[in-house]
C-alpha cells in the first residue's frame, strides 16, 4: 500500500493579535521645583480649610485626561487652565526670575512654556509646567492671585505672609535668645560655630544622634560626674559591654 507524502511540514497556528488600546494620559504630578518662600506667594496665613481645598482640586484634575482636557475648551475654561502671559498688566516676576528652576526648562520657553490653573476663585491657583515626560511640576501656588492680577483684584499685588516649619520657627526662637544675650556670653560663639559646621558639612567620623530626654540627661550627669569625659567614651563602653 503506498503512503501519502507531505510536500510541507505543517505550520503552527499563530494565536490572534489582540490590540492593547494605550493608557490614557492624566495629570500627574511634581514638587521638586516647589517654593513657598516667595514675595506674594507664601502661605503663613492659609489655615486647613485652605489645604483641604487645594489637595481635592489636585485629585479631581487628577482624575482627568490630558488630551481631553486641553482640547476641549468649554472644560479648560472651567479650571482656567491656561498659559501663564508674562506681559501681563502688573505681573510681579518675569519667567527669567524663577532661577531655582533647572535652565534646561526655564529657558527652553517653546517647549516648557508655564501654565496656571484654579483651585477655585477663593483659594486662588496652582502654577506650572510640564516637563518631557508629561509631568507637571508645580512651581508656586497663587492663593491671592498675584501672578496675574486681574481687575477682580482691581490688578492690585497683595501680601503673603511666609509659612514657616517647626524646624525653621525654632531656629528664629534661638537667633532671637542669642541676639538678646550679653557680650560676653558664649551662646553666640557656640551658635556661630554650629552653623559653620553645618554649612561645610560634618567633620569626618562626626553623626548626629537624636535621643530620648533619659538617654540625654544621664549621659550628661555621668560627664558631669568625671565618670567620662566625652560621648564618644560612654559609646565605646556600651560597645565594650556588648562585645562588639
Known amino acids: 500500500m503506498l503512503k501519502p507524502v507531505l510536500d510541507r511540514t505543517p505550520t503552527k497556528s499563530r494565536l490572534p493579535v489582540v490590540d492593547v488600546a494605550p493608557v490614557p494620559r492624566r495629570f500627574v504630578f511634581s514638587f521638586r521645583y516647589f517654593r513657598h518662600d516667595w514675595e506674594y506667594f507664601g502661605l503663613g496665613s492659609k489655615d486647613s480649610g485652605w489645604f483641604s481645598a487645594a489637595l481635592e482640586k489636585l485629585m479631581e484634575i487628577s482624575t482627568k485626561e490630558y488630551d481631553t482636557l486641553m482640547s476641549n475648551p468649554r472644560e479648560k475654561g472651567a479650571w482656567r487652565l491656561h498659559e501663564i502671559n508674562w506681559d501681563a498688566k502688573n505681573i510681579p516676576y518675569k519667567r527669567n526670575d524663577l532661577n531655582w528652576i533647572s535652565s534646561n526648562y526655564l529657558h527652553n520657553t517653546d517647549e516648557f512654556p508655564f501654565f496656571q490653573f484654579q483651585i477655585t476663585k477663593a483659594h486662588g491657583r496652582v ?40 524646624y525653621a520657627a525654632a531656629i528664629a526662637s534661638v537667633e532671637a ?24 558639612g560634618l567633620p569626618p567620623h562626626t553623626m548626629l544622634v537624636s535621643m530620648s530626654d533619659d538617654i540625654f540627661d544621664r549621659s550628661a550627669k555621668c560627664i558631669a560626674d568625671g565618670l567620662a569625659q566625652t560621648l564618644s567614651d560612654i559609646i565605646d563602653t556600651g560597645l565594650k559591654d556588648l562585645q562588639y
Open 127 to 166: 502654577i506650572g509646567f510640564w516637563d518631557e515626560t508629561g509631568v507637571f511640576n508645580i512651581v508656586l501656588l497663587d492663593p491671592l492671585h498675584n501672578m496675574q492680577p486681574s481687575a477682580y483684584t482691581d490688578y492690585k499685588l497683595r501680601d503673603t505672609s511666609l509659612a514657616r516649619s517647626d
Open 177 to 200: 535668645a542669642i541676639s538678646s544675650c550679653s557680650d560676653d556670653c558664649q551662646c553666640r560663639a557656640i551658635y556661630g560655630d554650629i552653623q559653620d559646621a553645618l554649612a561645610h
